[in-house]
T-cell receptor
Framework: GEDVEQSLFLSVREGDSSVINCTYT??????LYWYKQEPGAGLQLLTY?????DMKQDQRLTVLLNKKDKHLSLRIADTQTGDSAIYFC?????????FGTGTKLQVIP | EAGVVQSPRYKIIEKKQPVAFWCNPI?????LYWYLQNLGQGPELLIR????????DSQLPKDRFSAERLKGVDSTLKIQPAELGDSAVYLC??????????FGPGTRLTVL
């Protein structure tokens, strides 16, 4: 079955880089996603990567995919206080997505 | 472009009472999802619609939960009767391509 695991908490200082890690089990997943959820809000899609890619960069965000180890990471460069939120990793194919339990990122000013 | 709209944002009811949540997806998005998010967890799919057809409702507890999407646009999710364990956030999402899902702000349900 599908399972997505993330560490629960990460604390970084403002200006540093943050790296949030995720492991998944479904090798047939076509897309790997990163979502952001701020308090009291829904999930916001940050970025996603197709499973045949190794890396995707979008401004301050870098996604790395190691398909052999089923490991996905999200790097946020120059982390700001506005990046404080819960980050969800998700895997899926067309129409069906399985979410992890989320990593709470705390940014210390 | 307006995002996914949900109402109400908050609902407090007593157990055994009925409750309904409403969702208006992004215009033109044929796929609509209802998710349940428990505290400290990621969203879990309850039901997925393609236009007005429920194509995946395998995780919907059909003894007390029901959903409809008349005319393939707005959708309503109902719980009758509500139980204490139903306290959670109910999220609606929509998609144009089945790849990117756009979420509404959710309805936080508290069952007393």
């Amino acid at each position: 079955g599908e399972d997505v695991e993330q560490s629960l908490f990460l604390s970084v200082r403002e200006g540093d880089s943050s790296v949030i890690n995720c492991t998944y089990t479904d090798s047939s997943s076509t897309y790997l996603y990163w979502y952001k959820q701020e308090p009291g809000a829904g999930l916001q899609l940050l970025t996603y990567i197709f499973s045949n890619m190794d890396m995707k960069q979008d401004q301050r965000l870098t996604v790395l995919l190691n398909k052999k180890d089923k490991h996905l990471s999200l790097r946020i460069a120059d982390t700001q206080t506005g990046d404080s939120a819960i980050y969800f990793c998700a895997e899926g194919g067309y129409q069906k997505v399985t979410f992890g339990t989320g990593t709470k990122l705390q940014v210390i000013p | 472009e307006a995002g996914v709209v949900q109402s109400p944002r908050y609902k407090i009811i007593e157990k055994k009472q009925p409750v309904a949540f409403w969702c208006n997806p992004i215009s033109g998005h044929n796929t609509l999802y209802w998710y349940l998010q428990n505290l400290g967890q990621g969203p879990e799919l309850l039901i997925r619609y393609e236009n007005e057809e429920a194509v995946d409702d395998s995780q919907l507890p059909k003894d007390r939960f029901s959903a409809e999407r008349l005319k393939g646009v707005d959708s309503t999710l109902k719980i009758q009767p509500a139980e204490l364990g139903d306290s959670a956030v109910y999220l609606c999402a929509s998609s144009l391509d089945g790849i990117e899902q756009f979420f509404g702000p959710g309805t936080r349900l508290t069952v007393l």
